[in-house]
Nanobody, 128 residues
Framework: QVQLVESGGGLVQTGGSLRLSCAAS????????MGWFRQAPGKRRDFVAA????????HYRDHVKGRFSISRDNTKNTVYLQMNSLKPEDTAVYYC?????????????????????WGQGTQVTVSS
């Protein structure tokens, strides 16, 4: 089990950038795939991006490809989400999650059920 704490959210104008961080504590962070999800008011929690346990592969939902970038630093037990060219529709609470996922098929990284541990979330608001 890992404990996850997100930070870096805030209010930004359309076209702006934010970098979210997720600090993990607990055992064996480097053995976990890490994901970012987001949830807007009244909507379900949706996949945003994921990175394999070793950082070799990344996966993104179509709407953020080319704008968002996920990375991790296993020496710091931290995963990041760099968000550029932000749009009002990116407004949501962003959650990081950890799971023992080791599939080649990116589909599994998009599933909330594949993740065991979740952070409390950080609010991102993009004004128009």
């Amino acid at each position: 089990q890992v404990q996850l704490v997100e930070s870096g959210g805030g209010l930004v104008q359309t076209g702006g950038s934010l970098r979210l961080s997720c600090a993990a504590s607990g055992r064996s962070f480097s053995s976990y795939a890490m994901g970012w999800f987001r949830q807007a008011p009244g909507k379900r929690r949706d996949f945003v991006a994921a990175i394999t346990y070793d950082g070799r592969s990344t996966h993104y939902r179509d709407h953020v490809k080319g704008r968002f970038s996920i990375s991790r630093d296993n020496t710091k037990n931290t995963v990041y989400l760099q968000m550029n060219s932000l749009k009002p529709e990116d407004t949501a609470v962003y959650y990081c999650a950890a799971g023992h996922i080791d599939y080649r098929d990116s589909y599994y990284y998009t599933l909330t059920d594949e993740y065991d541990d979740w952070g409390q979330g950080t609010q991102v608001t993009v004004s128009s």
